[in-house]
């Protein structure tokens, strides 16, 4: 078109033609825009739902919530355990589904390294086995990463495969934790901090990963000559003897039944020896007065050993000496006198 040749009112009604033709054109861009912005982001947010893990826990039937703890304890030890010990900490293993096992840690200098291993692994409690000269065995438990830390020092232990209990109980059942009354005196109050943690480290929580709803065995922990005694059982159903006056329960079948208890392994002693407040590391808070090293006792038996042979080699040095001053030694000690009309001392 040939803007030149229109008189000044063709121009206008052009240009206002123009105008309205772009602006339509314009609207008409916006709203298919506008309309598949709309459905990028619809798909965009029914993908994310469908792809979003979400924790909650369904209901049951019932109607009652299951609140499912998040409590993991990590177990490893260290270099040099012999097979009693390893035997000893698989079968902690076996029965903590809750626990999940490592490979050895190398550093026995540094055990606060034990926290970012576990928080890799995302475990809040850790049960560390240290071994000393292939002899002996400690055992740290700590909840991290804030603490407190425990160590033990492990004596008498018993394996299940060594002992060859009867009993069994059903892998991943949670036990029933049954603490001595000394485990409550005010006298003792560390004895209250070591109770807090073997329920938090060797007590299966509800709706922990591999556990089954059960609860067929008990854990029992005794306190006697400062050492905590800790022993393990199956709860069995038996049928109740008639001349008894214990009470019993009747089953469908009339016949009365009784639960005793039948241990099962593995069976060990730990004595404390130290409460830190962090984990593995911090201010000391409680420290055993009594407890007396394994390689103090070996020293003061070897010392025993050395003093009585000590006293046979100076008795024998005395006897020596004595035959010595009487000259009736033949060899060593002072010379006999040398008789002038001696054979020997003649024909020289």
Known sequence: LDIQWLSPVSLLSHLQRQTVRHQSTTTNQDAKFSTDHESIVAMASVYKSLSKKTDKVEAPANGVQKN????????????????????????????????????????????????????????????????????????????????????????????????????????????ILSFDAAFEDEKNPHLQVIKQAFIANLGVPQGARKSKPFIDRVIGFSYLDGKVWIRQYQVQEV??????????????????????LMEIGPRFTATPILI?????????????????????????????????????????????????????????????????????????
């Open 68 to 175: 499912r703890q998040k409590r993991r304890t990590l177990i490893l030890s260290s270099r040099g355990v012999t097979y009693r010990h390893r035997h000893l900490m698989n079968d902690l293993a076996t029965l903590m589904p809750h626990g999940k096992l490592d490979s050895k840690f190398d550093d026995k200098h540094n055990l606060s390294a034990l926290n970012e291993l576990a928080e890799m692994m995302n475990c809040n409690g850790i049960m560390y086995f240290e071994a000393r000269k292939a002899k002996d065995l400690y055992m740290w438990i700590s909840n991290c990463p804030n603490g407190p830390a425990i160590k033990f020092h492990l004596q008498n232990i018993h394996t299940m495969e060594e002992l060859n209990f009867p009993g069994n109980c059903l892998k991943g059942s949670r036990p």
């Open 239 to 260: 049928e109740a003897d008639e001349n008894s006056d214990e009470p019993t329960t009747k089953v469908h079948a009339g016949k009365r039944t009784d639960v005793k």
């Open 276 to 348: 830190q407040e962090g984990s593995f590391g911090g201010p000391l808070l409680w420290n055993s007065k009594e407890f007396v090293s394994p390689n103090q006792i070996r020293a003061d038996i070897k010392r025993k050993k050395a003093t009585r042979h000590v006293s046979r080699v100076e008795q024998q040095v005395e006897r020596l000496s004595k035959k010595g001053e009487l000259g009736i030694r033949s060899k060593g000690g002072r010379p006999a006198a040398k008789d002038e009309l001696d054979t020997k001392t003649l024909f020289a």
